[in-house]
């Protein structure tokens, strides 16, 4: 700052003795004496050494997550309205119609994140923030008034979806800016704010839909994310200043990379059929005969579960790589959603709940690991934009068809087949993402 600071004061020196400027260097100059007041760096700190700890960082981590909790979180407990939509305010609807609703939420939480994550990049980050918190409070409140498919559409999938967009992706981006060597770790707390959200959430909402009906639900909600939220709005701020980097939303230069463009195709598959088990588990227990009061804790078990595995991941992954570690336990949540068709008892139900939570949960927490290694730090909010908008496409897609299947063929068996393949596909495009980037059969990525 304090060489920029420089700069700007010779031109004006100049400036006064009537000498020729280019104004557009001092333009420059202006723009790099005026850093971002969202950012914390100071003169005298080298903006390339991250902090990767301390009282200023791990608030940071605090905030993404409660921001999670608010976010994905709310998004992880769909499982909990696609069953109560199904046996009564929507029940003249289709199990796939209705599933566009948690679809429209599931796409939109990252298809913001091209604007969002370039409107990061060059500083702007604050006021969307503070302004998605309050929409996603009132949205929440809204969605108590509504009677109608089309309302759900409106109020719970696309409002309330653009709003926990807007705030998820630059929560990802201030990850990046003050870790890297416990940047696994980090991203394990950070997941696990939704997995917490995904647990309390649907068991709350549960418990207040006997007890005062669904409108008040949805306002008790509502009042839940305005106190949640809160919080992170006061604590995270960027580290680092914005730079100037040449394009707009879309580094179409990224996609001439192998690696990255292979890790982009693995997002959109995955999403195909990655949230089919947490979407359908606790119809499909119902409807195999499992006692509705104990099925919807079906999604909550699954979601802490997940927690479980977002944090063990984002050890392992400090440690031996994101793919290295996301692969294979993507494998067995492919297992696992080819086993779900199959259970009859609670005790089946309950295992592929834990297990697949778990494994599912590695995978949300560091898919987007990899993209910190192929990025430049400045750049790490366009490029996790440009995937999570890629990914919301099978995250809008999925399950609208796992429940078209299944309204087809009258059971789940094919909906788990479906689902299951595209999580292997996904799978298999993470190891070639690992073999086109390191160039050897074993590394650290």
């Known amino acids: 700052m304090s060489t920029s600071f420089s700069r700007t004061a010779s031109l004006e020196t100049v400036r006064e003795l009537g000498l020729p400027i280019d104004e557009k260097k001092d333009e420059d100059s202006r723009n790099e004496a005026n850093i971002d007041r969202n950012t914390v760096g100071t003169a005298g700190e080298n903006l390339d050494d991250f902090p990767d700890g301390g009282l200023r ?14 976010t994905f979180g709310f998004v992880n407990s769909w ?13 003249d609807s289709s199990p796939s119609d209705i599933a566009w609703i948690g679809s429209v939420q599931y796409a ?8 969002t994550g370039r409107m990061f990049d060059i500083g702007i980050f604050k006021i969307p923030f503070a302004v998605a918190s309050l929409v996603l409070v009132a949205t929440s409140m809204l969605t108590g008034q509504c009677t109608e498919y089309w309302q759900f559409i409106l109020c719970q999938g696309v409002a309330l979806g653009l709003a926990c967009g807007t705030l998820f992706e630059p929560s990802m981006g201030i990850i990046g800016h003050w870790f890297k ?23 709350a909402t549960r418990r ?9 639900t949805m306002r008790i909600l509502g009042f839940l994310m305005l106190f949640v939220l809160a919080f992170p709005n006061l604590l995270l701020a960027r580290r680092l200043p914005p730079k100037r980097i040449s394009g707009g939303m879309l580094n179409w230069a990224a996609f001439k990379s192998a690696p990255y463009s292979a890790y982009c195709a693995s997002s959109l598959v995955a ?8 979407t359908y588990i606790d119809i499909s227990a119902s409807a195999a005969g499992i006692d509705e009061d104990f099925s919807f804790y079906l999604v909550s078990i699954a979601n802490a579960a997940s927690g479980f595995g977002r944090l063990s991941s984002g050890i392992a992954c400090d440690k031996i790589g994101g793919i290295n570690f996301m692969a294979p336990m993507t494998i067995v949540a492919a297992a696992l959603t080819y086993a779900w068709p199959f259970a009859t008892t609670k005790a089946d139900f309950v295992v592929v709940a834990i297990i697949y939570g778990f494994a599912s949960g590695v995978y949300v927490s560091c898919f987007l690991m990899p993209i910190y290694e192929m990025s430049d730090v400045h750049d790490i909010g366009r490029r996790t934009g440009m995937i999570m908008s890629i990914g919301a496409i099978g995250a809008l897609l999925g399950p609208p068809i796992s429940g078209a299947i299944n309204t087809n063929t009258g059971g789940y068996t094919a909906v788990g087949y479906y689902a299951g393949s595209m999580i292997v596909v996904a799978s298999a495009l993470m190891v070639l993402t690992r073999q086109l980037f390191l160039k050897k059969l074993w590394g650290k990525f």
Request: net charge positive.
């Open 57 to 70: 960082a791990w608030s940071m981590v605090l905030g993404t997550f409660l921001s999670a909790f608010a």
């Open 108 to 115: 939109l939480i990252f298809l913001p994140g091209l604007i």
């Open 208 to 216: 207040l839909l006997v007890e005062v009906g669904f409108p008040w």
């Open 181 to 203: 060597k416990k940047r696994g770790l980090a991203l394990g707390i950070n997941a696990c704010g939704s997995s917490l959200g995904g647990t309390l959430i649907p068991i």
């Open 271 to 278: 999403f195909l059929g990655l949230y089919t088990v947490l």
């Open 79 to 91: 499982g909990v309205f696609q069953s109560y939509y199904e046996q009564t305010i929507l029940k």
